[in-house]
Structure formats: structure tokens, C-alpha cells
């Protein structure tokens, strides 16, 4: 080690470079990461925590979001929605493509896509926009929003056809967006891209529908037999989304 080298200060750093770079990670994560003892690792993230420089959600440590803050990944100023623990864990537990995306001018825009290894966002992608009619994650949120809300999304929407499956009968996508609701999930049935499934839920905040939450896959990956499981699975990491947001937001 070079002498003007502070080996506290230097493990420390390590920490915290390693979050920048993986996200979220357990204790043991860590250790093995930087090949640290046990009593080191405890120290560093114990003073890191306490100094706010991370937070624990659960097992799993992270950046703390208001002080390294990436302003164009916000929705408001007080999300950042690539910081949620929540997405990370179900796309390792699943190992398919993991959306989040929330509103805005008649479109989705996308504020998360989480892709093998499953340990960082695909930046490339985010802010990206996708159709509200066709999209999983878009009839998720549309579904769910009030009377007039809805109404005036579906008096700005075009209802273009991507494939031969998009929904695009405007006499029925209210009838559709009711059995959304009722169900819970949506699913994009290759509406959007031939040989693509995508199922999403939507994300609450103070009983408010502010975004939704999808797994992308291969028809392989995602098949009719099991997307009730999977829209189990994303209903559950829904609501621990919600449960960090309030916590972040605390």
C-alpha cells in the first residue's frame, strides 16, 4: 500500500464504489466482493449508515439516493426510481427483464430496466417512451386511474397497430381496461413485439396509482400457464416498492 494511503478511508470507498457499481447488496455480498473480514465490513457499514452515506432496506445495503443523486433518473424530485431494492431482487429471483415506467403525456415513460446480470439499469433505456395501449405496463396504470383521469388519456390516444395482436378495437378498451382493474395485472400479449410477453402491476403511492412495475421475456420465458404466478410475484414486489418509497420518502 502506498504510505499516503489511509487504509480505513481506502476500504471505505471501496464500499461505496462497489454499491455505485452493483446496487444493492447483502453483508455477505460484500465481504466476498472485496475479499474483507467480517469485523471490517461491519465497521465500514456501520459508520457509512450511520453517516447517511448508505441506508439498509431490509438485508440489502445501498446508496443513500438524496445524497447521490442522478437528477435526469428522477420522477418528481424526490424518486429515483433506480435506487428501489424491490425491482433488483425480482429480476435475480425470476432472471427475466424487469420495467418500471410511470405516466406522462399519454405515454409510458420508462424509469427502470433491470437485465441480466440483474445488478445495474440498462441508462441507455431509461426515458425511453412506450404506447399506453399496448403496452403492459400501460394498460396497468390506465386501468387504474380515475374516472376523468382515464378519460382524458383515452381522448389523446392514438390506438396504433405494432403487431397482429394490438389491441386497437376502441369500442372494447374500456370493457378491457375494467377486467384489468378487476384481475390486478395486464398483460402485453405480443402486442407491442411478436414473440414477447410482458405482464405488469401498478405501483401505488398513498392509494394513488403513480407507475407499474413489469417482467419482459420471451413467449418461453413467460408462458399463459404461468402469468398468473408471475403477476403474483410482481403484485408482492409492488407493494414492497410502495413500502420503500415511504421509507425513502420518510
Keep these: ?124 433505456a431509461l426515458d425511453s417512451r412506450t404506447p399506453i395501449h399496448s403496452s403492459a405496463l400501460g394498460k396497468s396504470v390506465l386501468a387504474q386511474l380515475l374516472p376523468e383521469k382515464q378519460q382524458e388519456m383515452l381522448n389523446c390516444i392514438v390506438l396504433n397497430t405494432f403487431t397482429t395482436n394490438t389491441f386497437n378495437d376502441h369500442g372494447l378498451l374500456i370493457p378491457h381496461l375494467q377486467v384489468i382493474k378487476a384481475q390486478g395485472y395486464a398483460v402485453d400479449n405480443e402486442e407491442t413485439d411478436l414473440g414477447k410477453r410482458c405482464i405488469a402491476v401498478p405501483i401505488y403511492m398513498d392509494k394513488e396509482v403513480i407507475g407499474a412495475i413489469a417482467l419482459h421475456g420471451s413467449t418461453e420465458q413467460i408462458t399463459k400457464t404461468t402469468i398468473r404466478s408471475f403477476a403474483k410475484k410482481l403484485i408482492e414486489t409492488s407493494q414492497q416498492v410502495t413500502r420503500e418509497l415511504k421509507h425513502l420518502l420518510s
Excluded at 6 to 17: E, F, P, Q, R
Excluded at 77 to 106: K, M
Excluded at 112 to 124: L, R, S, Y
Aim: net charge negative.
Design 1 to 124: 500500500m502506498n504510505s499516503y494511503e489511509v487504509s480505513t478511508l481506502k476500504k471505505g470507498l471501496l464500499i461505496l464504489d462497489l454499491l455505485r457499481q452493483k446496487h444493492s447488496l447483502t453483508f455477505n455480498e460484500i465481504m466476498e466482493e472485496l475479499s474483507m473480514n467480517k469485523t471490517s465490513v461491519f465497521r465500514m457499514l456501520h459508520t457509512l449508515e450511520k453517516m447517511n452515506y448508505i441506508i439498509k432496506y431490509n438485508k440489502f445495503y445501498q446508496l443513500n439516493p438524496h445524497i447521490f443523486r442522478d437528477e435526469h433518473l428522477y420522477w418528481h424530485e424526490d424518486i429515483q426510481w433506480t435506487s428501489l431494492v424491490a425491482p433488483y431482487q425480482l429480476a435475480r429471483q425470476e432472471g427475466i427483464t424487469t420495467y418500471i415506467g410511470i405516466l406522462e403525456d399519454c405515454e409510458i415513460v420508462i424509469k427502470n430496466v433491470i437485465k441480466e446480470p440483474f445488478e445495474q439499469p440498462v441508462f441507455h
